[in-house]
């Protein structure tokens, strides 16, 4: 499975995802697709396999993963102080890939229904649903 991490800014949050799903299921291969070189440089950092940065690095990218993981603003256009762009969002929100977003509740976006929890629960959970996704797709191929 080729697990995309994407984020921006600062790049914390993807290093922080890397890292847990690093931890957690070392097998996969993880590829860190930051808005900028920074946060690319930090998903790297934290045991990414690959990484790319920019708009066409995730439009291009979004047509080859299995897993795509960051905040939920990552499917909306113009989100991180603008540095996720329409076409950043739309490759992302189309893709095929299996989506687990963190909501977290910043961009104009406020997630109704969702407990507030520490930034590492939402981590938790995240590789949590990644997880069982990679086996219930491991399983689904074991059957054929």
């Known amino acids: 499975m080729r697990i995309a991490v994407v984020d921006g800014q600062g790049g914390g949050i993807g290093r922080a995802i890397v890292e847990k799903i690093k931890l957690e299921m070392p097998r996969e291969e993880v590829l860190a697709l930051g808005t900028n070189s920074v946060a690319t440089g930090q998903m790297l950092r934290a045991g990414a396999d690959d990484g790319a940065t920019g708009e066409n690095a995730i439009v291009h990218n979004m047509k080859y993963i299995d897993i795509v993981v960051g905040v939920i603003a990552i499917i909306n256009a113009n989100s ?3 540095e996720l762009s329409p076409k950043m969002a739309c490759a992302i929100g189309e893709s095929r890939a299996f989506k687990v977003l963190l909501p977290i509740n ?9 407990e507030e929890q520490p930034l590492g629960v939402h981590i ?3 590789v949590r649903a990644i997880k069982d996704y990679v086996m219930k797709m491991e399983g689904k191929q074991l059957s054929i």
């Open 80 to 82: 991180m102080l603008g």
């Open 106 to 114: 910043r961009c104009n976006i406020h997630v109704v229904s969702v």
């Open 124 to 126: 938790d959970n995240a």
